[in-house]
């Protein structure tokens, strides 16, 4: 591949060692790595929020500009880091691209779990000075790494699937290996430059080294919880089993009683958590993997497994309340402010304000969920017939409720399964959304969900 490449990219995550990796790469004379330079939240590093003369809403709006800046402006071999929630622009773009070198950094996700969270709790994210380490126990928490590892399971099998298909290969390098000196100079081979290390970067230092255990303050549920997942391939590269893409830990099944519920987020989830806990003898089963879950139904072979639509205006109000608690997984909040100037009012603000809000929101989904900002796909904000198609991957829902018909619907599959089924949940419209909502919304929210109005048949929400 030597002279092939004409950039580079690293894709990795937060605490694999990229700033490491990155400081080692730049030593070579010839290359330059320029940081995270499609982070949503700035360009190349922290605080810095232009480079190549072009500013963040430039390069939002045309990241391509971008790339083609960083290539023929940098002498040499240009690259930068990319991690799954950088611009999705970009990483199809490279990864269409065989010019553009792939370095795939990965690390045992344990260890970037609890890395990430000790960072997190210190607020230090780079060492250069020993002495100023800090280092803090922290607890682990088994439904967040499972979240964590999924997450870093679905970006490799992204990266994967896309190399095979367009008959390419990486240069795969593991945080263990970075302070190898041989397999430096390999990547340097591979990238076709003719410089080579004499020693590693001196700088950056290891934070928090002892062992894995010592860095948590609940070693024994981790074990536990880790017990639950296939040990043997964490650390593979370049992905890991199982291969969860259906949100399977959401799955909730009703104790006994043969009922799986299989939540869309932004749809009701707690009212139906409830009705669950109360139709069999009682009580609920959670925290699924798909080992487990597989062991559940074939313990249940009569089971029943539904999941609950609800009409898209509500569920984007839903959305829309969530991004302005500032209660979102992706910090939206911030960035849509910043970045897109949207009129966000607090919570609580008079109806006018939140109508004014809800609106501007609306049209950012149209063009969020066409793939037109290069945000990641918040589950909650995606459309549901995406949100299914997901479930499909492992196994779609026997039944689908609407919100609207949910106590025939519950009844019905009591009834299938010869269970009395207990009082349904009474869910009521928000008053707020009652007070503003007129043809001006609703036209907006078929708009940004057109394939959920189209493919489930919604009118309009107060017909």
């Known amino acids: 591949m030597a002279g092939k490449f004409t950039s580079f990219v690293m894709f990795a995550e937060m605490r694999t060692g990229s700033n490491f990796l990155e400081a080692n790469l730049n030593l070579l ?47 040499g071999l240009a690259g930068f880091r990319l991690f799954h929630d950088h611009d999705a622009r970009v990483i199809a773009a490279v990864l269409a691209d065989p010019a553009c070198a792939k370095i795939i950094l990965t690390r045992n996700p344990v260890e970037s779990y609890v890395s990430l969270k000790i960072a997190q709790d210190t607020g230090q994210w780079r060492l250069t000075n020993a002495s100023k380490l800090k280092t803090a126990r922290v607890p682990f928490n088994a439904p967040e790494f499972e979240a964590h590892l999924t997450g870093l399971q679905e970006f490799q099998i992204l990266l994967m699937n896309s190399l095979q298909c367009s008959g390419q290969t990486a240069f795969y390098i593991d945080y263990e290996d970075l302070q190898d000196l041989g397999v430096l100079n390999g990547l340097a081979a591979w990238l076709g430059v003719a410089g080579r290390l004499d020693a590693v970067d001196p700088k950056l230092k290891k934070q928090n080294p002892e062992e894995i255990t010592d860095k948590v303050l609940n070693p024994a549920e981790m074990e536990a919880a880790l017990a639950r997942l296939d040990r043997f391939n964490l650390a593979r590269t370049p992905n890991f089993e ?57 313990a249940n072979p009569a089971h029943r497994s539904f999941a609950v639509l609800r009409h898209p205006l509500p569920r984007a109000w839903a959305g829309y309340l969530q991004v302005l608690a500032g209660g979102d997984d992706l910090n939206l909040r911030r960035l849509l402010v ?18 004014e809000g809800f609106l501007a929101f609306l049209r950012w989904l149209k063009i969020y969920l066409g793939g037109q900002t290069g945000q990641k796909i918040d589950p909650a904000l995606a459309s549901q017939t995406a949100v299914l198609q997901g479930f499909a991957q492992f196994q779609g829902p026997d039944l689908l409720i609407r919100e609207e018909r949910l106590t ?6 009591a009834a299938e399964l010869g269970l009395v089924a207990p009082p349904g949940p009474t869910l009521a419209a928000d008053a707020r959304l009652l007070a503003i909502c007129d043809a001006e919304l609703e036209d907006a929210a078929r708009d940004a969900y057109q394939r959920d109005y189209v493919g489930y048949g919604f009118g309009r929400w107060r017909a």
């Not at 043969?258 to 869309?264: E, H, I, K, N, Q």
């Not at 139906?272 to 109360?278: F, I, K, M, S």
């Not at 025939?408 to 599959?413: I, N, R, S, Y």
């Open 242 to 298: 199982p291969r969860r893409t259906a949100a399977i830990p959401s799955f909730v099944a009703a104790a006994d009683a043969g009922l799986l519920f299989m939540p869309v987020k932004g749809a009701p989830d707690a009212e139906l958590r409830a009705w669950l806990g109360r139709i069999g003898k009682g009580g609920v089963v959670t925290d699924f993997v798909q080992k487990t879950l597989r062991q559940w139904k074939r």
């Open 29 to 75: 004379p010839g290359v330059m790595c320029h940081g995270e330079v499609f982070n949503p939240h700035f360009i190349g590093k922290k605080d810095n929020f232009s480079l190549f003369d072009i500013d963040m809403a430039a390069r939002d709006a045309d990241p391509h500009a971008m790339l083609a800046a960083l290539r023929a402006q940098t002498d």
């Open 408 to 413: 025939e619907g519950l009844a019905f599959l």
């Open 338 to 355: 910043k970045a897109y100037q949207l009129p966000l009012p607090p919570a609580d603000a008079p109806p006018e304000a939140l109508r």
